[in-house]
């Protein structure tokens, strides 16, 4: 007021506007009040913690000296070691994820008589509104949470495993960065060997089909300080929200459960064999991809003869007729990664079959095998009249002869009759309607020569 003694004179009664800017005393402590925090609140801020927030730092009259909204980020730091002011340490202990939060802090807990560059004076107390976006401790490991497991769960998932799942990805407070939904596909990958984030190959062990959980992941097991593009910031900790649709193992072979089997099982089903057959195919999330009864006749095969898909095939095996099983194809043995129409890239296929009729079958190139020795010689065998020639009408009666006695079998699924034309055909060799014994001896030295694809 030096200045001023010549200005104001004598007994003049003096007029001060009063703004008081600050207030604290030595007693005080770090004030904080919630504003306000969510429902559940599973962790709390302690000592140690790496957190990311957002705060409004303001002067105890109101003016704005610092905001981390200025910076377009988060704050990002440890918590009770040193790296913030000593208030600032204490008031953030005790937050969760999603609250907000005012922290009040006297000069001698922040910048004291220095003040901080020309946006904190001297001796200020600041005021802090905080909200905490994201918590972890770098000792953290992923954290599990099992949502829903099925009942039955034969095998879970180990390294090694290919495994499709669908997946919903948030941050801790709750907003979503992606989801497998949306893309209407499972992400698909191998478990254990490196090709996702090192926290994910460890959540994706252990799981059942079917399996739903969610699971935690801090950001040192999944994208680290840095992130990864403009969708993870640095230091995220990952909320998954996992639904297992199918695994299984590159090793695996097809898993056969009969679920009904007639008492009379005699005769089963074999390569070669002329099949009938019913089936249900569905994904292993119950997804009905297609099933016989949705056309008129239940389709008729041939088993070995690479007419369906190979786990199929093999699943139809061993069958009797009236038998039910439950058979589970790996996409190696089904529609492999390509998938096909309506099935899905590298899926696990559950069909429900059914055997309707079977039909022994002979080797793929043949029309008739003998079931047992052939007649010796053949010739005398097959003139059943004894007049040293073998008409058509008296081979076809020869080979019938064979089949109802079950020494011989025709190819299943055909012509019988246009089968025995074209056999006798192939024997009549000059083509004058009737086989003599020169014809058949010819023939069968000839055959022996090379691969018998017409053996008789
Ligand atoms: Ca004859
Ligand atoms: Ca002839």
Redesign the pocket.
């Known amino acids: 007021l030096c200045p001023l003694r010549d200005v104001i004179p004598a007994d003049t009664v003096l007029v001060f506007d009063v703004v008081l800017l600050d207030i604290w005393n030595t007693e005080d402590k770090v004030q904080t009040r919630t504003l306000s925090k969510p429902e559940s609140c599973k962790r709390l801020v302690e000592a140690t913690d790496f957190i990311r927030y957002h705060y409004n730092g303001t002067l105890l009259n109101g003016v704005p000296f610092d905001s981390s909204h200025s910076r377009n980020g988060t704050y990002d730091t440890y918590v009770g070691m040193g790296y913030l002011i000593k208030g600032m340490d204490e008031g953030l202990i005790g937050m969760c994820v999603g609250e907000t939060r005012t922290i009040i802090i006297p000069p001698f807990l922040a910048y004291e008589e220095k003040g901080y560059g020309t946006v904190i004076p001297s001796q200020a107390t600041l005021v802090f509104e905080v909200f905490m976006i994201d918590l972890f401790n770098p000792k953290d490991d992923i954290a599990v949470v099992v949502k829903e497991v099925p009942k039955t769960c034969t095998r879970k998932t180990v390294v090694g495993d290919y495994i499709r799942y669908h997946y919903n990805g948030t941050f801790q407070d709750g907003s979503g960065f992606d989801t497998s939904y949306q893309r209407n596909s499972t992400y698909n990958t191998y478990i254990g060997m490196g090709y996702v984030i090192q926290g994910m190959d460890k959540a994706l062990q252990g799981l059942c089909i079917g399996e739903k959980r969610r699971v935690i992941l801090p950001p040192h097991m999944a994208y680290g300080e840095k992130g990864t593009g403009d969708i993870i910031p640095g230091s995220a900790v990952l909320v998954f929200d996992i639904h297992v649709i199918d695994f299984h193992n590159p090793k695996d072979l097809i898993e056969i459960k009969v679920t009904s089997k007639p008492k009379k099982c005699n005769l089963t089903s074999e390569v070669d064999d002329l099949i009938q057959y019913r089936y249900n195919c569905s994904l292993m999330d119950g997804t009905l991809l297609y099933s016989s009864d949705h056309y008129e006749n239940a389709p008729i095969t041939t088993l070995g003869a690479n007419k369906v898909i190979e786990g199929l095939d093999e699943g139809l095996r061993g069958m009797c007729v009236g038998e039910k099983r439950v058979v589970i194809v790996p996409p190696h043995l089904g529609h492999g990664e390509n998938g096909a129409k309506g099935v899905p890239s590298s899926a696990v296929l559950h069909f429900e079959l059914e055997l309707l009729d079977l039909q022994k079958g002979v080797p793929d190139g043949y029309m008739f095998v003998w079931l047992g020795d052939s007649p010796d010689p053949l010739f005398p065998a097959m ?9 058509l009408e ?1 081979f076809t009666a020869f080979i019938n002869i064979q089949v109802a006695e079950g020494t011989g079998r025709l190819r299943p699924g055909m012509d019988a009759d246009g089968i025995i034309k074209d056999m006798f055909n192939n024997q009549d060799r000059n083509r004058d309607g009737k086989i003599v014994a020169e014809e058949l001896k010819l023939k069968v030295e000839e055959d022996s020569d090379k691969a018998r694809h017409e053996e008789l």
Do not use: R
């Not at 003139?383 to 008409?391: C, F, G, T, Y």
């Open positions: 003139d059943l009249n004894k007049d040293l020639s073998v008409p008296e």
